[in-house]
């Protein structure tokens, strides 16, 4: 039985226009960035270049990481729209959200989704500091915090006025971390 490919989702199109879009500016060719890949390790033909910004190609985890590095960019903007704000994107697994929250999302600030998302009734509040503590690793986690802060400033909030007691425990707690490491 022939299985059929699957199809590129939301968030494998907006690759391929980001792609596009980043090796336009830098008036780079397809060829050019099909050299520089070679050269990185990570050989990829003009054509199978020209198949991915088309949208008839997958761009795998290795290509993502690979093609960002040519073209001098993070891996979340090549999977992310070039804006943050209240326009809409769609991310795969999540669906539609604000741009706005799918680069807090890709930044580490904030979940798409509730955590777990399978058990909605036992998810924990998710608050930022519990996410922060998923999604960054350590010794990143109190570099967070200032984004993390200005975030909530820019929504009108105070920088704590979210934190849950336990939050402000682990806070705390990184804080007393980060500085006796240095």
Known sequence: MATRPVEIGPTGLQTAKNIERLRTELGMSQRRLAEILTDLGRPTPTTALSKIERGERRVDVDDLA????????SPATLLLPPVAD????TVTGAGPVTTEAAWDWADGISPLLPFPVDEPDQADEDGPLTHALRARPEGR???HLPLLATARQAAGAGPFSQFTR?????LLDNLRAAITRD
């Open 66 to 73: 690979a093609i960002a590095v040519a073209l001098g960019v």
């Open 166 to 170: 336990g939050e402000l425990v682990q």
């Open 86 to 89: 209240a326009s809409r994107t």
């Open 141 to 143: 986690r109190t570099r």
